[in-house]
Protein backbone atom coordinates (compact mmCIF):
# COMPACT_ATOMS: atom_id res chain seq x y z
CA UNK A 1 0.00 0.00 0.00
CA UNK A 2 0.61 3.34 -0.91
CA UNK A 3 1.03 5.42 2.08
CA UNK A 4 1.60 9.47 2.64
CA UNK A 5 3.18 10.50 6.29
CA UNK A 6 3.08 13.95 7.93
CA UNK A 7 3.99 15.23 11.89
CA UNK A 8 5.26 18.33 13.09
CA UNK A 9 8.16 18.38 15.63
CA UNK A 10 5.91 16.90 18.43
CA UNK A 11 5.22 13.64 15.95
CA UNK A 12 8.70 13.62 14.33
CA UNK A 13 9.87 10.49 16.32
CA UNK A 14 6.71 8.36 16.12
CA UNK A 15 6.90 9.30 12.40
CA UNK A 16 10.02 8.26 11.56
CA UNK A 17 9.08 4.74 13.93
CA UNK A 18 6.01 4.02 12.28
CA UNK A 19 7.61 4.45 9.21
CA UNK A 20 10.00 2.13 9.50
CA UNK A 21 7.60 -0.51 10.83
CA UNK A 22 5.30 -0.22 7.48
CA UNK A 23 8.53 0.03 5.48
CA UNK A 24 9.37 -3.13 6.58
CA UNK A 25 6.40 -4.57 6.05
CA UNK A 26 6.31 -3.76 2.35
CA UNK A 27 4.70 -0.28 2.51
CA UNK A 28 6.07 2.49 0.22
CA UNK A 29 5.82 5.58 2.35
CA UNK A 30 5.68 9.04 1.40
CA UNK A 31 7.19 11.12 4.13
CA UNK A 32 6.64 14.61 3.79
CA UNK A 33 8.07 15.81 6.79
CA UNK A 34 8.99 17.22 9.47
CA UNK A 35 12.48 15.97 9.51
CA UNK A 36 13.66 17.60 12.47
CA UNK A 37 12.63 18.40 15.98
CA UNK A 38 13.01 22.07 15.04
CA UNK A 39 9.38 23.82 16.62
CA UNK A 40 7.09 23.99 13.13
CA UNK A 41 3.43 24.04 12.24
CA UNK A 42 1.67 21.12 11.62
CA UNK A 43 -0.59 22.38 8.69
CA UNK A 44 2.26 23.12 6.83
CA UNK A 45 3.40 19.03 6.63
CA UNK A 46 -0.71 17.96 6.92
CA UNK A 47 -1.78 20.08 3.63
CA UNK A 48 0.93 18.09 1.49
CA UNK A 49 0.15 14.55 2.51
CA UNK A 50 -3.81 15.10 2.32
CA UNK A 51 -3.64 16.38 -0.92
CA UNK A 52 -1.33 13.29 -2.40
CA UNK A 53 -4.07 11.56 -0.71
CA UNK A 54 -7.36 13.69 -2.19
CA UNK A 55 -5.05 13.52 -5.63
CA UNK A 56 -5.00 9.68 -5.30
CA UNK A 57 -1.29 9.53 -5.29
CA UNK A 58 -1.42 6.96 -2.12
CA UNK A 59 -4.04 4.98 -0.39
CA UNK A 60 -3.77 5.50 2.84
CA UNK A 61 -2.34 8.94 4.65
CA UNK A 62 -1.05 8.90 8.23
CA UNK A 63 -0.13 12.05 10.37
CA UNK A 64 1.31 12.26 14.12
CA UNK A 65 1.88 15.58 16.05
CA UNK A 66 1.62 15.72 19.89
CA UNK A 67 -1.99 15.06 20.43
CA UNK A 68 -3.32 14.30 17.09
CA UNK A 69 -5.98 16.97 17.37
CA UNK A 70 -4.75 19.83 15.35
CA UNK A 71 -2.77 17.61 12.75
CA UNK A 72 -6.19 16.18 12.17
CA UNK A 73 -7.97 18.82 11.53
CA UNK A 74 -5.68 20.66 8.90
CA UNK A 75 -5.99 16.89 7.20
CA UNK A 76 -9.34 16.99 7.36
CA UNK A 77 -9.83 20.63 5.74
CA UNK A 78 -8.75 18.85 2.08
CA UNK A 79 -11.68 18.00 0.61
CA UNK A 80 -11.41 13.96 -0.15
CA UNK A 81 -9.80 13.27 3.28
CA UNK A 82 -11.16 11.37 6.38
CA UNK A 83 -9.20 11.75 8.96
CA UNK A 84 -9.74 9.99 12.06
CA UNK A 85 -8.15 10.43 15.34
CA UNK A 86 -6.98 7.00 16.80
CA UNK A 87 -5.81 6.00 20.48
CA UNK A 88 -6.60 2.87 20.27
CA UNK A 89 -7.16 -0.65 17.83
CA UNK A 90 -11.13 -0.58 17.93
CA UNK A 91 -11.27 2.96 16.94
CA UNK A 92 -9.10 2.49 13.70
CA UNK A 93 -11.15 -0.95 12.98
CA UNK A 94 -14.72 1.24 13.47
CA UNK A 95 -13.73 4.29 11.39
CA UNK A 96 -12.29 2.29 8.33
CA UNK A 97 -15.78 -0.39 8.87
CA UNK A 98 -18.28 2.31 9.07
CA UNK A 99 -16.72 6.01 7.92
CA UNK A 100 -14.63 4.62 5.10
CA UNK A 101 -11.42 7.02 6.69
CA UNK A 102 -8.89 7.14 4.44
CA UNK A 103 -6.91 9.22 7.12
CA UNK A 104 -5.23 8.15 10.44
CA UNK A 105 -4.43 10.30 12.83
CA UNK A 106 -2.25 9.90 16.47
CA UNK A 107 -0.61 11.63 19.18
CA UNK A 108 2.70 11.19 20.18
CA UNK A 109 2.20 12.02 24.15
CA UNK A 110 -1.25 9.76 23.84
CA UNK A 111 0.20 6.61 22.88
CA UNK A 112 3.99 5.02 22.61
CA UNK A 113 4.89 2.88 20.17
CA UNK A 114 3.15 -0.03 20.09
CA UNK A 115 0.54 0.99 20.24
CA UNK A 116 0.35 3.16 17.34
CA UNK A 117 1.34 -0.46 15.68
CA UNK A 118 -1.52 -1.69 16.86
CA UNK A 119 -3.51 0.78 15.29
CA UNK A 120 -1.62 1.36 12.21
CA UNK A 121 -2.14 -2.86 11.51
CA UNK A 122 -5.53 -2.48 12.23
CA UNK A 123 -6.18 0.75 9.91
CA UNK A 124 -4.39 -0.53 7.15
CA UNK A 125 -5.67 -3.90 7.18
CA UNK A 126 -9.35 -3.27 7.84
CA UNK A 127 -12.06 -2.77 4.86
CA UNK A 128 -15.18 -0.73 4.68
CA UNK A 129 -18.45 -2.39 4.97
CA UNK A 130 -20.55 -0.40 2.75
CA UNK A 131 -24.18 -0.81 3.00
CA UNK A 132 -25.89 1.36 5.21
CA UNK A 133 -22.47 2.90 5.69
CA UNK A 134 -22.32 3.98 2.02
CA UNK A 135 -25.10 6.33 2.48
CA UNK A 136 -23.56 7.90 5.76
CA UNK A 137 -20.28 8.55 3.78
CA UNK A 138 -22.08 9.88 0.70
CA UNK A 139 -23.49 12.09 2.75
CA UNK A 140 -20.30 13.36 3.83
CA UNK A 141 -19.43 14.13 0.20
CA UNK A 142 -22.94 15.94 -0.19
CA UNK A 143 -21.24 18.00 2.67
CA UNK A 144 -18.36 18.85 1.41
CA UNK A 145 -19.79 19.92 -2.36
CA UNK A 146 -21.54 22.33 -0.46
CA UNK A 147 -18.77 23.36 0.86
CA UNK A 148 -16.50 23.53 -2.30
Not at 87 to 113: F, Q, V, W
Request: some cysteine; aromatic content about 6%; charged content about 25%.
Amino acid sequence: MKISMAADHGGIHLKDHIKAYLTAQGHQIEDVGTYTTDSCDYADFAYPAARLLAEGKVDRAIFICSTGIGISIAANKVHGVRCALCSEPYSAEMTRRHNDANALAMGALCIGTNMAEKICDVFLSTDFEGGRHSRRVGKIHEIEAKEA
